[in-house]
């Protein structure tokens, strides 16, 4: 089945600056990827996703980037605030019937103030 | 517009004790239904999923069952709670094979103790 790996678990940063996480995956047939946000107690919500037919997409401070031919995808978030903390997860929609999206594990983003 | 409830937010329960965790969904019809576990500093691990009243795929062997007894209601259940069921439980929903189904929208969650 599909396999996501996301980097990095952990990243601190301070207000303003721009920060970067990046996922990969297995299954070259897959062709959705969100970009889901979980602050403390709640549950995720999704901010960003791309097709594979785009290789970037923009939304205000945040994109995301797609590679199709390396299998990977990035989430950017420029100029960030303490509000940014939060988890981030990835996520994949596995193909071959499944219709379900795998998820990386998350990274954890600090925005220091 | 559509919105998702879960409940309860929060649950303490003993070793052994039945479990029963509902979620509804509203403004929406035949959407599927998932249920998700995130153990504590760990990602999303699918449990159940339903494209359908009645239709449950399990992802992971385990004591819980899911149950959909109507189109718009997801019920996570166990007859007897082990201490490794504790985590957060998260219910969510898609629009299925419906243009933008992809799109997961997600419960606020239920926070499971087993002591």
């Known amino acids: 089945g599909e396999n996501v790996e996301q980097h990095p678990s952990t990243l601190s940063v301070q207000e303003g600056d721009s920060a970067v996480i990046k996922c990969t995956y297995s299954d070259s047939a897959s062709n959705y990827f969100p970009w889901y946000k979980q602050e403390l107690g709640k549950g995720p919500q999704l901010i960003i996703d791309i097709r594979s037919n785009v290789g970037e997409k923009k939304d205000q401070r945040i994109a995301v980037t797609l590679n199709k031919t390396a299998k990977h995808f990035s989430l950017h978030i420029t100029e960030t605030q303490p509000e940014d903390s939060a988890v981030y997860f990835c996520a994949v929609l596995g193909r071959g019937g499944s219709e379900k999206l795998v998820f990386g594990k998350g990274t954890k983003l600090t925005v220091n103030p | 517009s559509q919105t998702i409830h879960q409940w309860p937010a929060t649950l303490v329960q003993p070793v052994g004790s039945p479990l029963s965790l509902e979620c509804t969904v509203e403004?929406?019809?035949?959407?599927?239904l998932y249920w998700y576990r995130q153990a504590a500093g760990r990602g999303l691990q699918l449990l159940f999923y339903s494209v359908g009243i009645g239709q449950i795929s399990s992802e992971v062997p385990q004591n819980l069952s899911a149950s959909r007894p109507q189109d718009r209601q997801f019920i996570l259940s166990s007859k007897k709670l082990l201490l490794s069921d504790s985590g957060f439980y998260l219910c969510?929903?898609?629009?299925?094979?419906?243009?933008?189904?992809?799109?997961?929208?997600f419960g606020s969650g239920t926070q499971l103790s087993v002591l």
């Open positions: 969510a929903w898609s629009r299925g094979r419906a243009v933008g189904g992809e799109k997961l929208f």
């Open positions: 403004g929406t019809s035949n959407p599927n």
